[in-house]
C-alpha cells in the first residue's frame, strides 16, 4: 500500500512544493513538505523518507548540499534532483553526488508517477529480501544446531573455521547424520552467505 | 448533489456525458449550472497555459448550498507548477474539481474532430476528479476512471464505472456515507 510510503518535497517555491505534493498524495503517498536544505534536514533526522525530492537551486544549503547533508543520517536514501535550469554539468553533478535520478520541471505527468513507482518497487523488493535473508540466516546458523556431545562441539569449532575461509568445502557422513544442517551453517556464518 | 458548471461555453454533448457518467459512478443526483466566468488571472503569458490551481480557487467560493461537489469544465489548456499539464486537478478530499477538454480533443494532437470521443473521455476523466474530491486516489487498475492517465490511449482504455475496489472505498467512505445522507435528508 503506497500510503505507507512517505516522501518529502523540498522546494523553496510554495508553489511547486504544493503541485508536486498534491500530485503525489493523488498517487497514494504520504508527503511531507519542506521550503529550505535545513528544514528538509530537520524532518529527515524525525523519519527516514523513501523518497527526497530536492530543488536543485535553493537559497542556503541547494539541493546537492541537502543531499549530502541527508546521506550523512539516511546513507541508502533515494534522492531526485529536481530543476528548471537543465545543463549536463548540474545533472552529471547532481548523479555524481549520489542522486539517483535528475528531473527538469515541468515534467510530463507520466515522469514522476513511473519514476517514484519504480523506486517503491526497488524499495519493496530490498525489504523482502532483508526479511527473507534474516529467516534463512536464522534458521541455518549454526549457533542453531543443538548438541552437548563433544564430537558435535568439535564439529562446531571446525564449522567456524572453515565458514571464515574461501576453500570449498566437502562434507561427508552417512545419511541422516545432518550433513545439510552443517552445509547451511558454513554457508550463513561466513561470507558465502551475503 | 453533484453540481457541474461550464467555464464560458462547452458543449452541450459533452456537459450531458459527464451529467451520465458522475450520476452513475456516485449513485448522486447531478445539477448543471449557469456558466461561470472564467478567472482571468489564471492564464500564465510564459507558459501559454492556464493554472488549474486558479481555476480550482474560484470555484471554492461558489459550490452552491445543498452541493456536495462542484466540478468546472473548461476548454482551457491547464497545468500546475510542476508538470507539463494536467488534464484535471482536484482537491484530494475537498469540494471542487475542474477538467479540461483541450488535451482531450483530437484536434489538439492534430487529428480531425471527434465529437464523441471527447464527450467519453471527458466524462471518464470527470469521475477520474470528483473521485479524488472523495479521497480515491489513483488506482493500479488500467480500466477504472481512478488509474492514472498518461496519454490519451490510456484515457480511451478506461471505463467511467469505478473499479470493484474504488467502489467499495468510495461506498464505505464517511465522506460518500454522510453526503448520501444529506441528500436523502434534502429530498422532498
Known amino acids: 500500500m503506497r500510503a505507507r510510503w512517505h516522501i518529502l518535497v523540498v522546494d523553496d517555491e510554495e508553489a511547486m512544493t504544493e503541485s508536486l505534493a498534491a500530485w503525489l498524495r493523488e498517487d497514494g503517498y504520504t508527503v511531507d513538505t519542506a521550503s529550505s536544505g535545513r528544514e528538509a534536514i530537520e524532518k529527515a533526522r524525525a523519519r527516514e523518507y523513501a523518497i527526497y525530492f530536492l530543488d536543485l537551486k535553493m537559497p542556503g544549503l541547494d539541493g ?102 574461501r576453500s570449498t568445502v566437502l562434507v561427508q557422513g552417512e545419511s541422516g547424520t545432518g550433513k545439510e544442517l552443517v552445509a547451511r551453517a558454513i554457508h550463513f556464518s561466513g561470507d558465502r552467505g551475503d | 448533489m453533484l453540481v457541474v458548471a461550464p467555464f464560458g461555453p462547452a458543449p452541450g454533448k459533452v456537459l450531458s456525458a459527464v451529467e451520465e457518467a458522475l450520476a452513475d459512478a456516485f449513485r448522486l443526483p447531478v445539477r448543471l449550472r449557469d456558466p461561470l466566468e472564467e478567472p482571468a488571472r489564471a492564464f500564465t503569458p510564459a507558459r501559454g497555459q492556464w493554472s488549474s490551481t486558479a481555476f480550482l480557487e474560484a470555484l471554492v467560493g461558489r459550490v452552491p448550498p445543498g452541493a456536495a461537489r462542484l466540478l468546472g469544465v473548461t476548454e482551457r489548456d491547464l497545468f500546475v507548477p510542476v508538470l507539463s499539464f494536467v488534464y484535471g486537478q482536484a482537491q484530494l478530499g475537498g469540494q471542487v474539481a475542474v477538467v479540461s477538454l483541450a488535451r482531450l480533443r483530437p484536434e489538439f494532437h492534430g487529428l480531425p474532430p471527434a465529437p464523441a470521443a471527447l464527450a467519453r473521455r471527458a466524462a471518464t476523466e470527470a469521475v477520474h476528479e470528483v473521485g479524488h474530491t472523495f479521497g480515491l486516489v489513483h488506482c493500479l487498475d488500467r480500466r477504472c476512471p481512478m488509474s492514472l492517465s498518461i496519454d490519451l490511449a490510456d484515457l480511451d482504455g478506461k471505463t467511467a464505472t469505478p473499479c470493484p475496489a474504488c467502489g467499495a472505498l468510495l461506498e464505505g467512505s464517511r465522506e460518500m456515507q454522510r453526503t448520501r445522507a444529506r441528500t436523502e435528508g434534502a429530498r422532498p
Open chain 1, 64 to 165: 546537492i548540499e541537502t543531499m549530502m547533508e541527508i546521506r550523512k543520517l539516511h546513507k541508502d536514501a533515494s534522492v531526485i534532483i529536481i530543476t528548471a535550469y537543465a545543463t549536463v554539468d548540474t545533472a552529471i553533478a547532481a548523479m555524481k553526488e549520489g542522486a539517483q535520478e535528475y528531473v527538469v520541471k515541468p515534467c510530463h505527468p507520466q515522469e514522476i508517477s513511473l519514476l517514484v513507482e519504480r523506486i517503491i518497487r526497488v524499495k519493496n523488493l530490498e525489504r523482502e529480501n532483508a526479511i527473507l535473508r534474516r529467516k534463512l540466516t536464522r534458521q541455518y546458523r549454526f549457533h542453531d544446531i543443538v548438541s552437548k556431545n563433544a564430537r558435535m562441539v568439535e564439529i562446531f569449532e571446525l564449522v567456524k573455521d572453515v565458514a571464515s575461509q
